[in-house]
């Protein structure tokens, strides 16, 4: 039997499926959830019978982002006839479920790095204008944040200070325990705080509007029609608007030109639609893209590390060869590296270790962490 065979996301689902195990697909590929896909009953059998989500959070897991609202299904509820495009919400069984979105990801559709239709872009662009004209005093929906984490309307250095606390507390500290050491051997210690504060300051004050603080190509679903779907708002939050469109570049991996291209629109189309929206934009886009490479370092660290194989004990070669773990720690170093340069200026690291340097630290790290079966417990 199966470890998700019992899960309570997958009985829940077969229960709001009317008993009918066959009709119920998954669990569905995802980090933070164990999902499953199913018609309810009286629609099974039918042409093309919508779809439901039961989801439930994988116990264990590392969070490493911020999170504003109690409830995804709460915050669809109260975008309906807001927000185009996203999953309606019913409730059977006594559960709240989503709407399954038929269709591919942008991402299949034209795969990280590669130019986006234009088609696409004026619906994404069309995404970012409405959720500009959702005003955060008007959004009746539970919040998990505490009043004194929710800085003044506009206070967008406020903001980017609580985003820079959650990554300096919960994922750098939060994981020292486990991860110390690896962080220092990659030239990141808590004096990377202090260059990224310094960094990032200075934003210019925006209205505070609804973000969804993760739209990139996998969250994109293309249906037969052409037409965007946006999913996953768990991560959706209030906040300085220009932090919206730097999360979503540095996700999206558009071509350069595209990136500009795209940025120029944002700030034409927000603006018009809230004045002020997109004030010193030029300015600040630089700033917040800097926090966000520098936020990718500890959450690309850790994951990375995570994911790793047992370590064979043989000595260790940066070129490709026959054995399966030097290629899989040459390719996580040339990863990290890569991370690393990005973020260098943000985080003060004069000098981005080497890909060898990163082989050697990643392999220390499984050495002293290793338990079994290669993994560190959660």
Not at 1 to 27: I, K, T, Y
Not at 109 to 135: H, K, N, T
Not at 211 to 239: K, P, S
Request: aromatic content about 8%; overall charge negative.
């Amino acid at each position: 039997m199966s470890p998700e065979s019992d899960s309570h996301a997958r009985l829940h689902a077969v229960g709001a499926s009317g008993g009918d195990e066959s009709a119920v697909e998954g669990p569905l590929h995802g980090y933070h959830h164990e999902t499953y896909v199913f018609p309810l009953p009286g629609e099974q059998g039918s042409g093309s019978p919508a779809r439901w989500k039961c989801r439930e959070p994988r116990p264990g897991l590392l969070w490493f982002d911020r999170r504003c609202f109690t409830s995804e299904e709460q915050l669809l509820e109260g975008l309906r006839g807001r927000i185009d495009g996203i999953p309606d919400i019913i409730e059977a069984d006594g559960l709240k479920l989503q709407r399954f979105i038929e269709g591919r990801t942008l991402g299949a559709v034209c795969e990280s790095g590669l130019a986006v239709p234009d088609g696409f872009l004026r619906q994404i662009v069309g995404l970012f204008r409405q959720l500009v004209e959702v005003p955060a005093e008007n959004l009746s929906v539970d919040r998990r944040c505490t009043p004194e984490d929710r800085p003044e309307d506009g206070d967008s250095d406020g903001f980017l200070e609580r985003l820079v606390c959650f990554t300096e507390e919960h994922v750098y500290q939060g994981n020292l325990a486990a991860f110390e050491r690896l962080f220092t051997d990659l030239g990141v210690h808590p004096e990377s705080f202090k260059h990224l504060r310094k960094h990032v300051s200075g934003l210019r004050e925006r209205p505070f509007r609804l973000l969804h603080a993760d739209l990139h190509r996998e969250n994109f679903i293309v249906d037969d029609a052409g037409r965007l779907w946006t999913i996953d708002w768990e991560l959706a939050m209030v906040g300085d608007p220009l932090y919206d469109l730097a999360t979503h570049l540095h996700l999206m991996r558009y071509p350069p030109g595209q990136a500009r291209a795209v940025a120029r629109q944002w700030a034409d189309t927000v603006e018009r639609a809230r004045p002020g929206a997109a004030a010193g934009w030029r300015h600040d886009l630089p700033l917040l893209l800097g926090y966000k490479r520098a936020q990718s370092v500890f959450t690309d660290v850790i994951r990375v590390a995570l994911s790793l194989e047992p370590l064979s004990l043989e000595p260790l070669s940066l070129e490709p060869g026959p054995d399966p773990y030097e290629r899989q720690l040459a390719q996580a170093a040339l990863k990290l590296r890569a991370v690393l340069a990005h973020a260098a200026p943000p985080l003060g690291i004069e000098s981005v270790p080497g890909p060898r340097r990163i082989v050697t630290a990643l392999a220390r790290w499984q050495r002293e962490h290793t338990r079994g079966s290669g993994r560190v417990p959660a």
